[in-house]
């Protein structure tokens, strides 16, 4: 068959292809070898229907006549996707590609999981909407669902329509609960591009020159970048210093991403958010546990990132995966810090909204169902081994982080000075697409592949991504 083909064969159950998903987890032979120099993407027994709607020409003139001019595409030539099935799109050719971006972290059950499909659909011709003033049972069941998957007394859910708006609640609760305005976020991260938020986010790239006052940066824990490496201690002690020098002494809270998406898949130091959550609780703040990319499983260790540094935060933030790509965040807090917007009136039109809360509680059933946190650690940890392993041969490879299925790959032109490789990462991810798999890149450089790929991904997907870099590279 032709790498680019397609199957041809009658399309199997849903059944029959999760079983696939799972099956494939013993190592074998990267595809690389199989090919005779050239990787092909894993077989996959599926044929989207013919496409028939406009092209990707067409498509892109009225993008630029009626939408914002802010927008970007991927690639020289941007892609058309306009089908999605587990962890493969497809173009409007009917071409196949791997998915190893997973729509920015947020398709988790894969792309059209049918379980998630049929929730949607069957809440849309029930009740699409009406208002939280009535009582409707998908935002209740899906709240204690939510609530049951996070440690100690967080269990007080407000739902919101993205991530950003979460982070903005949360920033403001935070502010009233402690009657503080002060609040601490790290270098590097990105927390939203609302006014608030963007205060909170530390990369010039994302940031207007509008008031955004209120705002402390510490030094980031960066293991790779950063001025003490992974020693996470000390660069805790920069928080406490930030908080003497920098404020009256007393906080609203620190915001903190596990591992920064935005910012290039940076995992914060080790030992380094136990020093600063005491220091924090010293200073009457409260700690806030941005979960947007790493959290519903994703990190494989743990279903949120914060637990992999042991401590238990006063408000976590959701989005993304939260929905499998339905628009749906959360806030969620503690009886006793919610109380804060009893004060006044806090309503969201949408927030809760019952065909995205029956979404989100069938994604929860499906991580479950499906294993999905235990493959993404096995996955994860095979698919990171093998990409430390291509750095050992490709002198252009920096780094290789991250963990689960949210990898990042820093390229660099000289390993000494740590120089970005931004064109470099241009004319590897175009390379990779012509073979047919598609990943994300960030970093405030730009020059870092983001690998965060639908949690079903197989050992066949790690093998053929990444050959498909190894293969790239060697043409550079």
């Given at each position: 068959m032709h790498k680019f083909a397609?199957?041809?064969?009658?399309?199997?159950?849903?059944?029959?292809?999760?079983?696939?998903?799972?099956?494939?987890?013993?190592?074998?032979?990267?595809?690389?070898?199989?090919?005779?120099?050239?990787?092909?993407?894993?077989?996959?027994?599926?044929?989207?229907?013919?496409?028939?709607?406009?092209?990707?020409?067409?498509?892109?003139?009225?993008?630029?006549?009626?939408?914002?001019?802010?927008?970007?595409?991927?690639?020289?030539?941007?892609?058309?996707?306009?089908?999605?099935?587990?962890?493969?799109?497809?173009?409007?050719?009917?071409?196949?590609?791997?998915?190893?971006?997973?729509?920015?972290?947020?398709?988790?059950?894969?792309?059209?999981?049918?379980?998630?499909?049929?929730?949607?659909?069957?809440?849309?011709?029930?009740?699409?909407?009406?208002?939280?003033?009535?009582?409707?049972?998908?935002?209740?069941?899906?709240?204690?669902?939510?609530?049951?998957?996070?440690?100690?007394?967080?269990?007080?859910?407000?739902?919101?329509?993205s991530g950003t708006e979460a982070n903005e609640l949360a920033l403001m609760i935070a502010r009233l609960y402690t009657g503080c305005q002060d609040i601490i976020s790290l270098r590097n991260a990105y927390h939203g591009n609302a006014a608030g938020t963007m205060g909170a986010t530390a990369q010039s790239n994302w940031k207007f020159n509008i008031v955004q006052n209120g705002v402390h940066h510490a030094v980031n824990p960066d293991p790779y970048r950063g001025i003490y490496g992974s020693d996470g201690e000390k660069y805790a002690k920069d928080v406490e210093d930030l908080i003497q020098f920098g404020t009256s002494g007393n906080v609203a809270g620190f915001i903190f991403e596990a591992i920064q998406g935005v910012g290039g898949i940076v995992e914060l130091a080790p030992n380094y958010l136990p020093p600063v959550y005491n220091t924090i609780k010293k200073a009457g703040g409260l700690v806030i546990a941005d979960e947007v990319?790493?959290?519903?499983?994703?990190?494989?260790?743990?279903?949120?990132?914060?637990?992999?540094?042991?401590?238990?935060p006063d408000i976590v933030t959701m989005a993304k995966g939260i929905g499998n790509g339905i628009p749906l965040g959360a806030v969620v807090t503690t009886p006793e810090i919610a109380q804060v917007l009893t004060r006044r009136s806090y309503f969201n039109t949408f927030g809760g909204n019952p065909v995205c809360t029956a979404a989100g509680h069938a994604v929860l059933?499906?991580?479950?169902?499906?294993?999905?946190?235990?493959?993404?650690?096995?996955?994860?940890?095979?698919?990171?081994?093998?990409?430390?392993?291509?750095?050992?041969?490709?002198?252009?490879i920096g780094d290789v982080r991250g963990r689960g299925l949210i990898l990042g790959v820093e390229?660099?032109?000289?390993?000494?000075?740590?120089t970005p490789a931004k064109t470099e990462i241009l004319e590897t991810m175009?390379?990779?697409?012509?073979?047919?798999?598609?990943?994300?890149?960030?970093?405030?450089?730009?020059?870092?592949?983001?690998?965060?790929?639908?949690?079903?991904?197989?050992?066949?997907?790690?093998?053929?991504?990444?050959?498909?870099?190894?293969?790239?590279?060697?043409?550079?």
């Amino acid at each position: 068959m032709h790498k680019f083909a397609t199957s041809l064969r009658r399309p199997t159950s849903a059944r029959d292809q999760f079983r696939r998903c799972f099956s494939q987890l013993a190592q074998r032979e990267p595809s690389i070898q199989e090919s005779g120099g050239v990787p092909i993407i894993p077989a996959f027994d599926y044929s989207p229907p013919p496409y028939s709607g406009p092209t990707a020409d067409e498509i892109l003139r009225k993008r630029k006549e009626f939408l914002s001019p802010s927008m970007f595409c991927f690639y020289k030539k941007p892609l058309n996707i306009v089908h999605g099935k587990m962890q493969y799109l497809f173009d409007e050719n009917g071409r196949r590609f791997l998915d190893g971006f997973g729509g920015i972290a947020t398709v988790n059950c894969g792309h059209c999981h049918p379980d998630v499909v049929q929730a949607i659909i069957k809440q849309t011709t029930t009740l699409q909407h009406s208002t939280i003033l009535y009582l409707n049972h998908s935002i209740a069941d899906f709240a204690s669902a939510l609530a049951d998957k996070l440690p100690g007394d967080l269990k007080v859910v407000f739902f919101t329509n993205s991530g950003t708006e979460a982070n903005e609640l949360a920033l403001m609760i935070a502010r009233l609960y402690t009657g503080c305005q002060d609040i601490i976020s790290l270098r590097n991260a990105y927390h939203g591009n609302a006014a608030g938020t963007m205060g909170a986010t530390a990369q010039s790239n994302w940031k207007f020159n509008i008031v955004q006052n209120g705002v402390h940066h510490a030094v980031n824990p960066d293991p790779y970048r950063g001025i003490y490496g992974s020693d996470g201690e000390k660069y805790a002690k920069d928080v406490e210093d930030l908080i003497q020098f920098g404020t009256s002494g007393n906080v609203a809270g620190f915001i903190f991403e596990a591992i920064q998406g935005v910012g290039g898949i940076v995992e914060l130091a080790p030992n380094y958010l136990p020093p600063v959550y005491n220091t924090i609780k010293k200073a009457g703040g409260l700690v806030i546990a941005d979960e947007v990319q790493s959290g519903f499983a994703r990190t494989g260790t743990n279903f949120w990132g914060f637990q992999n540094q042991g401590i238990v935060p006063d408000i976590v933030t959701m989005a993304k995966g939260i929905g499998n790509g339905i628009p749906l965040g959360a806030v969620v807090t503690t009886p006793e810090i919610a109380q804060v917007l009893t004060r006044r009136s806090y309503f969201n039109t949408f927030g809760g909204n019952p065909v995205c809360t029956a979404a989100g509680h069938a994604v929860l059933k499906v991580i479950e169902k499906e294993k999905l946190q235990e493959n993404a650690h096995v996955v994860g940890s095979y698919m990171k081994q093998r990409l430390t392993a291509l750095k050992d041969k490709h002198e252009i490879i920096g780094d290789v982080r991250g963990r689960g299925l949210i990898l990042g790959v820093e390229l660099v032109t000289d390993r000494k000075l740590k120089t970005p490789a931004k064109t470099e990462i241009l004319e590897t991810m175009e390379a990779m697409k012509d073979l047919g798999v598609l990943v994300g890149k960030g970093g405030f450089y730009g020059n870092v592949f983001r690998i965060t790929p639908p949690l079903c991904f197989t050992k066949d997907d790690a093998d053929f991504l990444v050959d498909a870099m190894d293969y790239s590279m060697s043409k550079l």
